[in-house]
């Protein structure tokens, strides 16, 4: 199973994009990071917290969620909804976050398992959609073909490179991406560092 692990990877990605879609040629001057974080609860928490808010906002609840030792699920369930509401948690994520710390997931497993079985078996946990389950995918086990088509930043990225007078939708995104088979999740990683570079603000991960 290919992986992205390192730099390197990135840049094979990089070439192999080229040669399947030219558009990508004018961003292979792009050093995108890697954006990896270790597998596991806290990273599937982190992408919760991140759901339809500002990378800005999801990084400073994060801050709290993280100070305040809510990084693991023991910590979660004890700390029930007044805990998590109190670093800044809305209603629906903490029940997201309280389901989540109470599940039996088992994460190292979710390593061996094909992409399209780990986003199915994510999503049957509440407040997981197909956006938070490609991002752990894609942040978390480093899969090389994820590619999260509902990511706001990823559609306006793409209005950008082809020069679109509108953004795609997800639907159109995900059929777009097909092309860029077997890495998409280079792809990603490019689209967002033209995002951030274009808006001087970071997008989604």
Same mark, same amino acid.
């Given at each position: 199973?290919?992986?992205?692990?390192?730099?390197?990877?990135?840049? +094979? @990605? !990089?070439?192999?994009?080229?040669?399947?879609?030219?558009?990508?040629? !004018?961003?292979? %001057?792009? !050093?995108?990071?890697?954006?990896?974080?270790?597998? @596991?609860? &806290?990273?599937? *928490? #982190?992408?919760?917290? @991140?759901?339809?808010?500002?990378t800005a906002s999801a990084?400073?609840?994060?801050?709290?969620?993280? *100070?305040?030792?809510?990084?693991?699920?023991?910590?979660? +369930?004890?700390?029930?909804?007044? @805990?998590?509401?109190?670093?800044?948690?809305?209603?629906?994520?903490?029940?997201? $976050?309280?389901?989540?710390?109470?599940?039996?997931? &088992?994460?190292?497993?979710?390593?061996?398992?094909?992409?399209?079985?780990?986003?199915? +078996?994510?999503? #049957?946990?509440?407040?997981? =959609?197909r956006w938070t389950a490609?991002?752990?995918? /894609?942040?978390? /086990?480093?899969?090389?073909?994820?590619?999260?088509?509902?990511?706001? $930043?990823?559609?306006?990225?793409?209005?950008?490179?082809? %020069?679109?007078?509108? #953004?795609?939708?997800? #639907?159109?995104l995900r059929a777009m991406?097909?092309?860029?088979?077997?890495?998409?999740?280079?792809?990603?990683?490019?689209?967002?560092?033209?995002?951030?570079?274009?808006?001087?603000?970071? =997008? !989604?991960?």
């Amino acid at each position: 199973m290919q992986l992205i692990n390192s730099p390197a990877d990135i840049a +094979t @990605g !990089t070439a192999a994009l080229i040669e399947r879609d030219p558009a990508f040629a !004018t961003l292979s %001057h792009l !050093t995108p990071p890697l954006r990896r974080r270790p597998a @596991g609860f &806290a990273a599937l *928490m #982190r992408a919760i917290v @991140g759901q339809q808010v500002s990378t800005a906002s999801a990084a400073a609840i994060w801050g709290r969620v993280s *100070m305040a030792g809510l990084d693991q699920p023991e910590a979660v +369930t004890r700390a029930g909804e007044e @805990g998590l509401r109190a670093v800044g948690l809305s209603r629906p994520k903490i029940r997201y $976050a309280l389901a989540l710390a109470g599940s039996d997931l &088992a994460y190292d497993d979710l390593a061996n398992l094909p992409d399209e079985d780990v986003i199915a +078996t994510l999503i #049957r946990l509440p407040g997981i =959609g197909r956006w938070t389950a490609e991002s752990y995918a /894609l942040s978390a /086990l480093g899969r090389c073909d994820v590619f999260p088509a509902g990511d706001l $930043a990823l559609q306006e990225a793409v209005r950008i490179l082809y %020069h679109l007078d509108q #953004r795609p939708d997800e #639907r159109s995104l995900r059929a777009m991406s097909a092309r860029w088979q077997p890495w998409r999740a280079v792809a990603a990683r490019l689209l967002w560092e033209l995002y951030r570079l274009d808006k001087q603000r970071e =997008g !989604t991960l």
